[in-house]
C-alpha cells in the first residue's frame, strides 16, 4: 500500500464516519467555483455547468483487450475444458489471488454464480435464504431457480444495504442461508451479518456482484462469507459482455461448485450430481484478460473521485451521500448514491430536481425505482404447485403477510446515483461539474417547483 493509497483510505473512513478534521489539512484543497453555482438554471435559459464534455465511456477496451480476444481466436482453445492454460483457468487463478481468495470457478454471469453457490450449498426446495428487496433481480432469480424461498429483509435507509436487525428477525426453523448484497459496490454491515450466521448456524453467500475489489475491516469482498460471487456483466466495474465468479476458501466446497456449474460433472470426469451448464467462455475469459493491468489503477481512481465528490457534497443540504460502515477501507463504485430529501429543496419532486440537474449536463437517476419485494413474481410463486407443495399454506400466507419493506420504498423513493463505471474515472473537474451542478440546483431550490 503506498502512501497516497493509505490517504485516501483514512480519507474515505473519515469521510463516512462525518469527520472530515483528520483529513481537511491540504490533502483535498477546500473547491466551489460561486459563480458557477450562483447562476440561473440552464432549465430556465441560464448557461449550463458543463457543456460539451463527454464522461468516460464504458465498458472499458483498448488494443490490448482485442490483441486478447483475437489471440484466443486464433488459438482455436474457445472452450475452457480443451486446456487447462486457457484463459479462464488463467483468470480464475488471478482473479482468486487479485481478490485474496484461495480459489475461484468462473461462470457465464453473476446470477449463474449465486445459482451454483445455492446448489454447492445444498439449499432447495422447502428452505430459505434472506436477501435484500433492493438488489439486481438475478439475486433472488438464485434462490427461486433451486427452488427455495427468497425471504426479503428491509434496508438501513442511510446506506441502502440489508438492514441486520430485520435479516434477524427474518429467520426461521428452514433458513439455510442469508445472501448479504453489497450494494452499488459498498460494503454492507459485515461484521453484524456474520455474528448473526454464526449465532443460528446459516450459511453466508455476499452477493459482491457490484463489488470487484471493494475492502472492508481487512479483507476483500467475496471472501468474508463462506462463498462470494462476482458479476462481469457489461455496466459493472470489471465487464466483459457476460460473465461471473464464485470465490472460496473451502477446497471440497469450491468443487462442488465446479461440478455444479458443470452440468454435475467433477474435474475427476464423473457427473456426480445434478447441475446446469454454466461455464465461462474462453472469448469472455480473453476480454477480461485483456484489461487486467489497469484494474486495479481504475479502482483507485473511482475510489479517489468518489471521496472528492463525498467531499463537495457532504455539506449540501438536502443531499446525503450514501452512507459507509465502520471498516469500510474502499469501495467499487459501481454507482455513487446519495439521497435527496426534498425538504431541504422546496419540496420539489425528485423528478424535477434530475431535470434540472440534466439540464446542468450531469445525469442523475434512480436505480432501483420499485423495490422487488412489490414485483408480480410473488404472486407468481404463491399461486405455483411447486411452492405450494414445499411450503405449508401457513408459510405461504405469513410470507405475504410480512413482504412489506417500508425502508426499501423509502430508499426507491429518496435515492439519487450517478452510473459510475465510466463516469468516476473522469478528472478532478468532471467530479466538480457534478458537485457544482447540484449546489446549483439547490441554490435555486425556491424555482424548482416551476419547472
Ligand atoms: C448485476 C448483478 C447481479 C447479476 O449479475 P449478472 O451477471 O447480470 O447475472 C446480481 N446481483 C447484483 C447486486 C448485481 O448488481
Redesign the pocket.
Known amino acids: 500500500m503506498n502512501k497516497n493509497d493509505l490517504t485516501r483510505r483514512q480519507f474515505i473512513a473519515a469521510a463516512s464516519a462525518g469527520s472530515l478534521a483528520t483529513v481537511t489539512s491540504g490533502i483535498i484543497p477546500a473547491y466551489g467555483n460561486l459563480s458557477r453555482k450562483v447562476g440561473k438554471l440552464a432549465i430556465l435559459g441560464g448557461k449550463p455547468v458543463r457543456t460539451n464534455k463527454s464522461w468516460p465511456s464504458w465498458p472499458y477496451w483498448d488494443n490490448k483487450v482485442v490483441d486478447s480476444v483475437i489471440k484466443t481466436t486464433k488459438s482455436r482453445i474457445w472452450c475452457r475444458i480443451q486446456s487447462r492454460s486457457g484463459t479462464v483457468p488463467t483468470l480464475e487463478k488471478k482473479f482468486a489471488q487479485l481478490i485474496g481468495a484461495k480459489f475461484c470457478v468462473a461462470t457465464g454471469?453473476?446470477?449463474?454464480?449465486?445459482h451454483t453457490c445455492v446448489e454447492a450449498l445444498g439449499i432447495g426446495p422447502g428452505d430459505e435464504v434472506i436477501t435484500s428487496p433492493y438488489?439486481?433481480?438475478?439475486?433472488i432469480s438464485s434462490i427461486l431457480t433451486a427452488r427455495a424461498l427468497p425471504v426479503l429483509a428491509d434496508l438501513d435507509t442511510e446506506s441502502y444495504q440489508l438492514d441486520p436487525d430485520d435479516v434477524e428477525k427474518k429467520i426461521t426453523e428452514n433458513t439455510r442461508a442469508i445472501m448479504p448484497?453489497?450494494?452499488m459496490g459498498q460494503p454492507c454491515n459485515m461484521a453484524r451479518i456474520m455474528e448473526i450466521a454464526k449465532k443460528h448456524n446459516l450459511k453466508v453467500i455476499e452477493?459482491a456482484?457490484?463489488a470487484h475489489l471493494a475492502e472492508y475491516k481487512g479483507k476483500k469482498l467475496g471472501t468474508i462469507g463462506d462463498l462470494g460471487?462476482f458479476?462481469?456483466?457489461s455496466?459493472?466495474t470489471i465487464a466483459c459482455g457476460?460473465?461471473?465468479a464464485i470465490t472460496g476458501n473451502d477446497e471440497e466446497l469450491m468443487d462442488k461448485c465446479y461440478t455444479v456449474h458443470n452440468h454435475g460433472t467433477s474435474r475427476r470426469g464423473l457427473t456426480e450430481v445434478a447441475g446446469p451448464k454454466y461455464r465461462m467462455n474462453e472469448f469472455e475469459a480473453a476480454v477480461l484478460l485483456g484489461q487486467w493491468d489497469g484494474i486495479e489503477e481504475r479502482f483507485e481512481r473511482r475510489n479517489e473521485n468518489a471521496a472528492h465528490l463525498t467531499y463537495r457534497l457532504k455539506d449540501v443540504p438536502g443531499i446525503v451521500p450514501q452512507k459507509l460502515y465502520e471498516g469500510t477501507a474502499s469501495g467499487s463504485f459501481?454507482l455513487y448514491s446519495m439521497t435527496y430529501q426534498k425538504e431541504h429543496f422546496n419540496n420539489a419532486d425528485r423528478s424535477k430536481f434530475f431535470k434540472a440537474v440534466a439540464a446542468e449536463g450531469v445525469s442523475l437517476s434512480p436505480y432501483i425505482v420499485k423495490g422487488l419485494h412489490k414485483e408480480p413474481w410473488i404472486e407468481h410463486i404463491l399461486a405455483s404447485k411447486v411452492y405450494q407443495k414445499m411450503y405449508s399454506a401457513k408459510r405461504l400466507r405469513q410470507y405475504r403477510e410480512q413482504i412489506d419493506c417500508p425502508n426499501c420504498d423509502k430508499v426507491c423513493r429518496e435515492m439519487a446515483m450517478i452510473w459510475a463505471s465510466g463516469p468516476l474515472l473522469g478528472s478532478r473537474s468532471d467530479m466538480d461539474d457534478i458537485a457544482d451542478a447540484i449546489e446549483k440546483v439547490y441554490e435555486n431550490r425556491d424555482k424548482l417547483n416551476s419547472i
Request: glycine fraction near 14%; aromatic fraction near 8%; charged fraction near 15%.
Open positions: 454471469s453473476g446470477t449463474q454464480a449465486l438488489t439486481d433481480p438475478g439475486t448484497v453489497h450494494m452477493d456482484a457490484q460471487c458479476s462481469f456483466q455496466s459493472k457476460e460473465g461471473g459501481y
